[in-house]
């Protein structure tokens, strides 16, 4: 698109502290929630990754993009709530674009219904499953102020940050 703007937004990293405070419902479906969005997939597209919500670039509020494939294109869900979750369980290799470098595989519902807002303020739900319905669980919990490594037992958690920490200090 000529004459198109990016804005790519810094990125929160871990371990960040406002990773862990649950974000805001959002209230107002206005040109500064599209802008958000908007900007979300731009810095979501640079991490690069494939989700990204808003508390990770410092905005407390609740908003999730996704961009799984080119076919889908990018999807924003904003004030997203799990309304039910299958009792089958799948793992899946996890990563976050606050934590870039290290991934650990994660244990989540194979398939969730979401209820959320879109863009212009209308309700909408959401039937997914595989790897749509682990970053929609993964998203929410980031929204709910749970970064995804705390899912994982503290060994795993304890050797990945370490981990983490090694290769940011280079």
């Known amino acids: ?21 649950p974000a805001r419902p959002v209230t107002a479906f206005d040109d500064e929630l599209r802008e958000l969005a ?7 597209r640079a991490a690069p990754g494939i989700g990204i ?3 990770h670039i410092g905005v407390p509020l609740r908003v999730v993009v996704l961009e799984l494939d080119a076919k889908d294109g990018a999807r924003t869900y904003v004030n997203p709530e799990i309304t039910w ?16 470098g290290v991934n650990d595989e994660v244990q989540r519902h194979a398939r969730v219904r979401i209820s959320y807002w879109d863009l212009d303020g209308t309700m909408q ?46």
């Open 1 to 21: 698109m000529v004459g198109a703007c990016m804005t790519i937004r810094p990125l929160v990293r871990y371990p960040d502290r406002r990773l862990a405070i």
């Open 125 to 170: 739900t959401e039937d997914s499953e595989a790897l749509r319905a682990v970053c929609h669980q993964h998203e929410i919990d980031q929204l709910d102020g749970m970064f995804w490594i705390q899912r994982l037992s503290r060994l795993k958690r304890e050797r990945l940050v370490k981990k983490f920490e090694k290769m940011s200090r280079g």
């Open 38 to 44: 908007a900007d979300l997939l731009d810095t979501m």
């Open 85 to 100: 979750a299958s009792p089958e369980m799948i793992m899946h290799r996890e990563g976050s674009v606050s934590m870039p």
């Open 53 to 55: 919500t808003a508390p």
